[in-house]
């Protein structure tokens, strides 16, 4: 399987690049994004074969079909990771909720976020190849939340690698703050910075672009890569837990294998949702993808009007904070796909340029083919985690996002997966303020909770509370070269 990019090809870059290519390089030309040339099938056989295979048996079959340049051991230890989720036989287990709704838990991983299941086994194979090619990699991040801590997890002690993460000082939840700052590795190098997400996201920018950065870079013989959601290493583990939990409803006897279902993302960068768009393309029987968002509703605006315009909309902070994006880089693929790659360097132009882009009607039919998508209110979310709770099931502000879009949006009635993408435990405040109760500290909110809905804290969770803080650095934004450089 070859790589070729959204916005076509510059006469410089390569024409189409393997697997491993898109991963250690992952900006194309013109600033787009590596896609599969063409996405293998799954046929009736394929789904009858795995109907009760082991997730990472299905994740190796998935890729045998992707036919990816990444060595079979290499594969299979970095699926090894899976087995450090809390039930190593079922790393992503779906909860029945309602008689038609199942939740499928992307966050039994160390980190307790969804983000976990992909890079969890794709820091791993960054790193090997890495390795393998005698490189030295560099991965930066800037964090408002999730993408942060689970990083660091994953490139713990890699070889090969370094990474150094920004977090705004002022902006994240203790339980985040703490997954970074207690972080034991040599290779990596932890933050804060005086200011908000925005301080640290223009910082990280910056940097990036720096010729002289990178000049002292080379110098000490390392490279910038990236570990976001647009490395395509990462969103081919984001299509595997779709065909999972779906054949997983199979095996349980509520849906027959064929019968469609509907798909529940809560969604930012689009990441979660691009892997269950390919899977259905690929063959999943879906009916639709509903897309879920929080007040920052730029993609329900996409998806019901065909507009996707900056100018009128700043970001707003949500209790679902991993989901406070305007920017929602996936969509790009989204647009190759549907209208190829001329169409979308067109539309990516109109947006850097107008800070908008426009679909034809006929354009925004063919994208409601397959997605719809609604939003939620911060109050609409929290009415949601106390319903749920009195039924005995406690959600995370994201994952609570959902349940609008599974009322309001199912045409027909189908069985429905909704994917919930972090542990409760991270938004404790939260969860705690929506029944009933105002605490200011997660460790507070996690007790209260805990005690009361007899929910249990993961170990990882509760130990944070004890560990050293490792990273003390919390600096203004003009020192980070320096400090980075000096890490380096
Ligand atoms: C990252 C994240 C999301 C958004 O996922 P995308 O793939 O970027 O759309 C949703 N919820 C949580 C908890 C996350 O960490």
């Known amino acids: 399987m070859t790589f070729i990019e959204t916005r076509g090809n510059d006469g410089v870059k390569p024409a189409e690049v393997t697997f491993s290519q898109a991963i250690?390089?992952?900006?194309?030309s013109f600033g787009g994004l590596y896609v599969p040339k063409k996405l293998p099938t799954l046929d009736f056989d394929f789904f009858k074969a795995h109907s009760n295979s082991h997730y990472k048996e299905l994740c190796k079959a998935l890729f045998e079909k992707f036919d990816v340049d990444i060595a079979e051991v290499d594969l299979n230890a970095a699926l090894d990771r899976y087995d450090a989720f809390d039930d190593p036989n079922d790393p992503v287990p779906l909860k029945k909720v309602e008689d038609d709704a199942f939740v499928s838990e992307l966050w039994h991983g160390p980190t307790r976020a969804f983000k976990d299941m992909a890079l969890q086994p794709f820091g791993y194979i960054?790193?090997?190849?890495?390795?393998?090619?005698?490189e030295h990699?560099?991965?930066?991040?800037?964090?408002?939340?999730?993408?942060g801590p689970a990083t660091l997890e994953t490139f713990k002690n890699a070889s090969n690698v370094k990474v150094a993460c920004l977090y705004p000082g002022g902006g994240t939840s203790d339980v985040q703050r703490l997954q970074m700052v207690t972080e034991e590795a040599n290779n990596e190098k932890v933050i804060g910075i005086n200011g908000d997400f925005d301080d640290a996201q223009t910082a990280l920018k910056s940097l990036l672009a720096s010729d002289s950065f990178k000049a002292k870079l080379q110098e000490s013989n390392t490279q910038l890569s990236a570990a976001n959601s647009v490395n395509f290493g990462r969103i081919i583990f984001q299509i595997i837990y779709h065909v999972h939990s779906y054949l997983e409803l199979v095996k349980r006897g509520e849906i027959s294998l064929g019968e469609t279902v509907y798909l529940v993302v809560p969604s930012g960068n689009f990441g979660n949702a691009l892997g269950g768009y390919y899977a259905k393309k690929m063959g999943l029987p879906v009916e639709k993808i509903l897309i879920s968002s929080n007040i920052n509703n730029i993609l329900t605006d996409l998806i019901t009007k065909g507009e996707y315009d900056l100018t009128c909309k700043s970001?707003?902070?949500?209790t679902s904070?991993?989901?406070?994006?305007l920017k929602s880089s996936n969509v790009e693929r989204i647009l190759f796909d549907?209208?190829?790659?001329?169409?979308?360097?067109?539309?990516?132009?109109?947006?850097?340029?107008?800070?908008?882009?426009?679909?034809?009607?006929e354009e925004l039919e063919i994208l409601r083919e397959d997605f719809d998508a609604t939003f939620s209110s911060d109050e609409e979310g929290k009415e949601v985690i106390a319903e749920y709770a009195k039924k005995g099931y406690i959600m995370d502000p994201h994952t609570a996002t959902c349940f609008k879009a599974y009322k309001n949006l199912r045409k027909k009635s189908l069985k429905t997966i909704i994917y919930s993408t972090a542990e409760w435990t991270k938004f404790s405040p939260t969860v705690c303020e929506a029944l009933g109760r105002e605490v200011e500290r997660d460790l507070d909110a996690l007790k209260w909770i805990s005690e009361k809905f007899n929910v249990p804290v993961p170990k990882m969770i509760?130990?944070?509370?004890?560990?050293?803080?490792?990273?003390?650095?919390v600096i203004d934004k003009e020192k980070i070269e320096e400090e980075i450089l000096k890490f380096i």
Do not use: C, W
């Open 24 to 28: 250690l390089s992952p900006s194309a």
């Open 126 to 134: 960054l790193s090997k190849l890495a390795e393998k090619r005698k």
């Open 137 to 147: 990699y560099l991965i930066m991040a800037a964090t408002s939340g999730d993408t």
């Open 315 to 318: 970001l707003i902070q949500t």
């Open 321 to 325: 904070p991993a989901m406070d994006i």
């Open 338 to 361: 549907k209208f190829g790659s001329s169409r979308t360097k067109q539309l990516m132009d109109d947006l850097a340029e107008n800070g908008k882009y426009k679909l034809t009607h």
């Open 462 to 473: 509760a130990e944070l509370f004890e560990k050293p803080i490792v990273h003390k650095t």
